[in-house]
């Protein structure tokens, strides 16, 4: 098999996506099928394992090209944003995509299941998590699937910082796992 970086190149000896073909050499070459990261992130492992290595993390509302679902679980496939390539939990994919038309502009927001910060929780989204809003009610933005969010914690897709060392910024202080 041809020498390749295997973090971005959606080959493995088993199998290549379908737009490889002709530049590596594989016994099966798959087209992939379009996917969205559901939970509020998903890790990207390099094997079908909860204890693998962890080389990336698939954020709520990213397209994931999955190229196989194993019986364990696991789908294998390739994050459209970053190229990056791995095994994450197929639970946390779904095939219901709506086109995201806001993102997470705040380091950490919640997702409710109505509009009441009383109700538990459904999931934590990160700093740049993408979402599809329909509508609004009071101070909450309101998704697609009806799950409901804080509008002040949005900006629209199209929206790009002009300052990334104030978005950096926003991070100091914050104790990070792998920190001593």
């Not at 295997?6 to 073909?21: E, F, H, V, Y």
């Not at 379009?34 to 990213?62: C, N, Q, W």
């Not at 939990?89 to 380091?107: F, Y």
């Amino acid at each position: 098999m041809t020498s390749f970086d295997r973090r971005i190149t959606a080959a493995r000896p088993d199998r290549a996506a379908l737009s490889l073909k002709g530049q590596i050499e594989a016994p099966l070459y798959v087209e992939g099928v379009r996917k969205i990261v559901f939970d509020g992130s998903a890790d990207m492992r390099r094997e079908p394992y909860p204890d693998a290595l962890l080389d990336t993390e698939a954020l709520h509302g990213e397209i994931f090209i999955e190229y196989e679902c194993d019986d364990e679980g696991w789908s294998w496939g390739q994050l459209e944003r970053d190229s990056y390539v791995g095994f994450v939990p197929s639970k946390a994919l779904t095939r219901d995509e709506a086109p995201p038309t806001h993102r997470i502009s705040v380091l950490r927001s919640f997702l409710y299941g109505g509009p009441s910060i009383k109700l538990p929780p459904m999931a934590a989204l990160s700093l740049g998590s993408r979402v599809s809003i329909v509508d609004y009610k009071d101070q909450f933005a309101i998704t697609h699937r009806g799950h409901c969010l804080f509008a002040d914690h949005l900006k629209p897709i199209e929206h790009l910082e002009k300052d990334f060392v104030s978005v950096a910024e926003r991070f100091l202080g914050i104790h990070l796992p792998f920190q001593p």
